[in-house]
């Protein structure tokens, strides 16, 4: 994957915690989400 802030190692253990609230199940669509929320902070563009 291109463009992404979090790296493999990075995503690993933040997901181990996701998991451990027990609200969070084991996605691929979270980390696209995470990643989507991580960069429209850095670039500041409107979201629609």
Request: hydrophobic fraction near 40%; include cysteine; charged fraction near 25%.
């Amino acid at each position: 994957m291109l463009g992404l802030m979090l790296t493999d190692a990075d995503w690993s253990r933040l997901s181990n915690l996701l998991q451990l609230s027990g609200r969070v199940y084991n996605k691929t669509e979270h980390r696209l989400t995470l990643e989507g929320i991580l960069y429209r902070m850095r670039t500041g563009c409107p979201w629609r």
